[in-house]
Structure formats: structure tokens, C-alpha cells
């Protein structure tokens, strides 16, 4: 079974710069997860979408991020001015359902590995 | 206090010695406990759950207590192969979706 997708795996960027990530989720996983891993950190939940909607956005910083899951299977995550402080790693992950509780398995992707300059 | 509190380490052993991490959270509703394991440049992976009545899985166990809100993983003989961050979990809810909690991870390093 294919695992969760993401690309790029690294990028580069000035600050002020945009940048772009994609992700493609398991097949048939209906929860798609985006979290921001910075050196030395536990992955931090941005966003989590159920389907095509948002279920939880309330650590994500809107005045800079923006994701999105149109067709509720690929997502993309956008950071539009980069800071110095982004430079991290960002965490793709899915699961079946999004059980309450957490009970239902996150599966993770590889990751993108940002460094802003 | 941070929600989910892990000692960093790093954790040296040698090989086939019996290593324990703990966990304390904050947070006393908290419902789901779970560790993952994260090898250097890689992506977090699920290593096994925690249940109440604790649980074992080969050399590995997991054990919760509630009252004391503290989880700990104990790792017996251990192997080159152990070598990763382990990184303790926590969910806080019964229902609606409430986000995983990721401690900061304890790193692990088994030495020959």
C-alpha cells in the first residue's frame, strides 16, 4: 500500500518569499493532517481536515498560512510571506476516519524541510 | 507547563540493556496515550498505544497512570536498531476532534 505522499522534500527560500507544499494522502483516508516539526520539537498540529472541510485550524497562523483540500484528497499548505522562524520540517499525515480521541492511526509522510534564509 | 513533558535525553545504553522513558501531561481529561518513534530525518511512526491496564508488545511496554498522569515506555535488551526519538502522545478528547499532543521527544542512542 502506497504511504502518504508530499513533495518537495526540501526547499530553500529567502524570507519574504512564498512557498508551496503539496500532499497526497493514503487512498481512502478521509483525514488529512498538516503539522510543523522545528528542530528539536514534537510535531505542532497547523491544520487537520475531514473530507474537504476543516476541523481544526486554531494553530495555524492565518495572517501567513493557507491551506487547502478542494477535492478532499490532495492538500496543499502555502506560507505567503516566509519568516526566518518557518524554517522546519512539515509533517503530512492521514487516517481512516479522524476517530474522536485520536484512537484512529496517523500515518505520516516523509515531510518537506524548509529552510528560509 | 507544557501539555506533554519528556526528558530530552540523549539516552546512551550499551546494547542489551533495559532503557525507560516517562511522560507527564497536563491535561487530566485526557483519553488516548500513544508512543511513536521517530528515526533521524525521518517521519514519526506509530510504535504502539498505552491502555490503562498497561500493554506489552515483545520487548517493548507501555504503562498509564491516570492519578499520577504519567506514561512511561521501558524497552528490554536493547538493540542498535532502537536508536531513534521516541516521542510520547497525547489526546485529549472523548469526542469532536481534538488534535494529537506531541511531547518533545527523548532520544535514544545504543551504543555497541
Known amino acids: 500500500e502506497a504511504g502518504v505522499a508530499q513533495s518537495p522534500r526540501y526547499k530553500i527560500i529567502e524570507k519574504r518569499q512564498s512557498v508551496a507544499f503539496w500532499c497526497n494522502p493514503i487512498?481512502?483516508?478521509?483525514?488529512l493532517y498538516w503539522y510543523q516539526q522545528i528542530l528539536g520539537q514534537g510535531p505542532k498540529l497547523l491544520i487537520q481536515?475531514?473530507?474537504?472541510?476543516?476541523?481544526?485550524d486554531s494553530q495555524l497562523p492565518k495572517d501567513r498560512f493557507s491551506a487547502e483540500r478542494l477535492k478532499g484528497v490532495d492538500s496543499t499548505l502555502k506560507i505567503q510571506p516566509a519568516k526566518l522562524e518557518d524554517s522546519a520540517v512539515y509533517l503530512c499525515a492521514s487516517s481512516l476516519e479522524g476517530l474522536a480521541g485520536g484512537t484512529d492511526t496517523q500515518y505520516f509522510g516523509p515531510g518537506t524541510r524548509l529552510t528560509v534564509l | 507547563r507544557k501539555e506533554v513533558e519528556q526528558d530530552p535525553g540523549p539516552f546512551n545504553v550499551p546494547e542489551g540493556a533495559t532503557v525507560a522513558f516517562n511522560c507527564t501531561y497536563s491535561?487530566?481529561?485526557?483519553?488516548?496515550f500513544f508512543w511513536y518513534r521517530q528515526d533521524c530525518r525521518k517521519e514519526p511512526k506509530l510504535l504502539m498505544s498505552v491502555y490503562s491496564s498497561g500493554n506489552e508488545d515483545g520487548r517493548f511496554t507501555a504503562q498509564l497512570n491516570r492519578a499520577s498522569q504519567y506514561i512511561s515506555l521501558l524497552i528490554r535488551d536493547s538493540k542498535l536498531s532502537d536508536s531513534a526519538t521516541y516521542l510520547c502522545?497525547?489526546?485529549?478528547?472523548?469526542?469532536?476532534?481534538?488534535?494529537?499532543?506531541f511531547g518533545k521527544g527523548t532520544r535514544l542512542s545504543v551504543i555497541a
Open positions: 502522545v497525547v489526546n485529549s478528547a472523548l469526542s469532536g476532534n481534538t488534535p494529537l499532543v
Open positions: 481536515f475531514q473530507n474537504n472541510g476543516v476541523v481544526d
Open positions: 487512498s481512502g483516508h478521509a483525514t
Open positions: 491535561n487530566s481529561a485526557s483519553q488516548s
